[in-house]
């Protein structure tokens, strides 16, 4: 089981004292909570990808190349990386790239974006967003797994002969989660190829994402790759801790009643009964996480939300310390136990490696198969 | 057989309402059509009480419990009735809200009654130049009379040219609960999934 958080990467106003950071700060920020992530013992770090303010993130790979440089076991992945706007050519170049710097401590999650205007900017059509993500996936899904390609689409320029480098390290492609809010299409893609499904469940009832996660772990088995519980399943979450319970809500409630995407809306006690959101002490945070495996299974990967709606860098850093000393050593005991054998792990570049090996030793896969 | 389930929305805001009160008489005059042969289960949305948790979904995107339910309860409705006050020429704006928060398949092959009250008859044609059109959109299928409670409605029998309040319930009800039986029962939604080669398959050139 992987404990990581991921950011939106949004500049936003400190409203209990008005103040905005520059763009500077953020990305400085950002790479600053990504180290504390390595430092407190967290497993992965995730960034978004924008294209628009107030966000700043818009090359995930060139940060994440930044912050490989300077950690030595930290996962760097995306939340998600837009496969819909991005020539998914580049993407396999740049993720390989990265993935060679970082010696495989890389994987990425796929999404299709939510910025309407982000399709026409990047000449592309928001109708087609799902076609779009099935398409892109499929081209770059081979150019990490054949040398040559030859191919054909509706969405890009073909290509004849073409080979996208570097090659993944030791020919293993990063590992790919397909990240979805509300699409049975994307859970659908994700089972088809065997690859990790994340649910990003943050904002939304769980009853939903059962659904989504049952629907995938049902059609990640029919594909051949495994049993329903053996499916790749991450899941986020929402995080303040104070030692006491009423100075969490105390201090994180102004963030939270002026957060973009919920702000303005329900109360936080509202928000904390429906979501994943909790405001509260260590312990109520690793009850309600321990909360998401009776709901959704044994899952393999959890990411939390922890630096957005303007939270100083320095309350951030704290909440690291809390989250990495206090309740992820806790969170990795309670998983552990009564996790069933057949349960993967978290994706782990040796450990693919590994597998890959130990297939190739076994039998020949059956052609035509998605691997 | 199955109880018909019969569903009214009252928009109302003002406690006691004629809102309410017109979607009261309208339902109790469906379940008597409908009562000598069929079972009738009946329902009262009111959105004055999630007037909050529809803003709220509005913002968030998600509807908190008690609209879930709501939501449910409209979606799984053989028949709807409706109901709001015409605010400044066309429905209200909490009623448009919650509209706004249904999925834009709920109400598919649906029979619905549509009916609104207001302060003055002048307003009536906004049964016909907005609520029918919105339900058109949704595929609903509305039934021919709408019908309009004015102020004065309350305490007027018609006249020679046109039948008073009562006449226009009896005859509304009436076409609603002709349609209602032979609507086929309202599925669960299920998921459905197209299988991934099938959408590959659409893509290739």
Known sequence: ?371 | MKPLKLVAVSAGLSQPSSTRLLADRLLEATRRRLAPEREVEVRVVELRDLAGDIANNLVTGFPGAALREALQTVTAADGLIAVTPIFTASYSGLFKSFIDVIDDSALTGKPVLIAATGGTARHSLALEHAMRPLFAYLRAVVVPTAVYAASEDWGSGGDANTGGLADRIARASGELADLMPRRPPAAEPVETVIPFERQLAALRP
Request: proline share 8%.
């Open chain 1, 1 to 371: 089981m992987q404990f990581g958080i991921f950011s939106v990467g949004d500049v936003t106003t400190d409203p209990t004292t008005g103040r905005t950071p520059s763009e500077h700060e953020r990305i400085k920020a950002m790479v600053a909570i990504a180290l504390k992530a390595e430092e407190v013992g967290l497993d992965v770090f995730a960034t978004g990808e924008h294209h628009n303010p107030p966000f700043v993130p818009s090359s995930p790979t060139t940060m994440l190349g930044y912050i490989a440089a300077r950690t030595e076991r930290l996962i760097l992945s995306t939340a998600t990386t837009l496969i819909t706007t991005n020539d998914p050519v580049k993407i396999a170049e740049d993720f390989a790239m990265l993935q060679h710097l970082a010696d495989g401590r890389v994987d990425l999650m796929l999404g299709r974006g939510n910025t309407g205007p982000v399709y026409p900017w990047f000449g592309q059509d928001i109708r087609q967003g799902i076609p779009l993500a099935i398409e892109n996936y499929a081209l770059l899904h081979r150019l990490w797994r054949e040398d040559v390609v030859d191919w054909q689409g509706r969405f890009r320029t073909p290509l004849q002969g073409f080979t996208s480098t570097p090659r993944p390290l030791d020919g293993v492609p990063p590992f790919v989660w397909h990240g979805s809010i509300r699409s049975p299409e994307i859970a659908e893609q994700a089972a088809y190829y065997g690859d990790g499904f994340f649910a990003n469940n943050i904002f939304w009832p769980k009853e939903h994402f059962i659904r989504l996660i049952s629907l995938y772990r049902e059609r990640f088995a029919h594909y051949g790759h495994g049993t329903p519980d053996q499916a790749i399943v991450g899941l986020g979450g929402q995080v303040f801790m104070r030692k006491n319970s009423q100075d969490a809500v105390r201090e994180f409630r102004p963030y939270f009643d002026n957060a973009p995407v919920y702000g303005h809306g329900p109360s936080l006690e509202e928000f904390t009964e429906e979501t994943p959101l909790t405001v509260g002490s260590p312990q109520e945070v690793i009850d309600k996480t321990l909360t998401f495996r009776e709901s959704f299974g044994d899952y393999q990967r959890q990411l939390f939300l922890m630096d957005h709606a303007g939270l100083p860098l320095k309350t951030v850093l704290e909440q690291l310390d809390i989250l990495g000393e206090e309740v992820v050593p806790v969170l990795r005991k309670e998983f552990a136990s009564g996790r069933p054998s057949q349960v993967p792990d978290g994706p782990a570049h040796a450990a693919l490696v590994a597998r890959r090996d130990a297939e190739a030793s076994q039998e020949p896969s059956v052609a035509g198969s998605p691997s």
